[in-house]
């Protein structure tokens, strides 16, 4: 069902993500805060199980990543939700990773937005300057294929994506450590395991 594939799509990444920070000695250092929503003055939105550092004392449920993944909605109304978590954090959210999964395109297109200073085209008195913080996309990935054989390795584009260690663990990296950096090849597995999984889960998609 879409629903589950939208689910795979990024329990996934965000398992790679997680076997990455392992492999450097933080295995311990990031959690998945589960279904706790975002919540902001007029509403609040629940993102796929975001991620946040065990550092970030228990007062505080926000995370420094989040995942939006979409398959029967559109990329706009996804892209709106990854602006909306950025702008109504608090600075908190560091990074927000779009997905759109298309089954029967069978594609993976990954946006990464994060809030960046930008030139400043409505100057109000609120913010005067001639700069100011938006959500913004900083990259995106396109995986292709296959559509016959779900466990072969797609075509990428915009490999690799990296993902700021301070950004994500609130703190700059030690002996060891560094940005999470996803490959051609992880972005390949990733796929692999996004259609194989969906294709033995039997979702009739």
């Known amino acids: 069902m879409p629903r589950q594939l939208h689910e795979l799509g ?9 076997m990455k920070a392992h492999a450097m000695g933080l295995g311990w250092a ?5 279904t706790v929503g975002l919540q902001a003055a007029t509403s609040k939105k629940e993102p796929d199980p975001p991620l946040k550092p065990t550092s970030r004392s228990g007062r505080t449920h926000s995370p420094t990543v989040a995942f939006e ?24 959210l560091k990074i927000a990773l779009l997905f759109s999964v298309s089954e029967p395109q069978r594609t993976i297109h990954i946006e990464q937005w994060e809030e960046q200073r930008v030139p400043n085209p409505h100057a109000s008195r609120r913010n005067p300057g001639p700069f100011s ?10 995986i292709t294929g296959p559509v ?35 490959t051609i090849q992880d972005l390949q597995q990733y796929a692999k395991d996004v259609w194989s999984a969906a294709a033995l889960g039997n979702l009739g998609i």
């Open 10 to 18: 990024s329990r996934e990444f965000a398992h790679i993500l997680r």
């Open 30 to 34: 990031l959690c998945d805060i589960g």
């Open 69 to 92: 993944c979409g398959v029967s909605e559109s990329l706009r109304g996804s892209r709106a939700d990854s602006r909306w978590w950025l702008d109504n954090s608090g600075g908190e």
């Open 133 to 142: 913080t938006r959500p913004t996309k900083v990259h995106e990935v396109d």
């Open 148 to 182: 016959s054989e779900p466990v072969a390795s797609g075509a990428v584009r915009g490999s690799p994506v990296t993902l700021d260690f301070a950004k994500i663990f609130l703190r700059q990296p030690g002996p060891g450590e560094g940005n999470i950096v996803f």
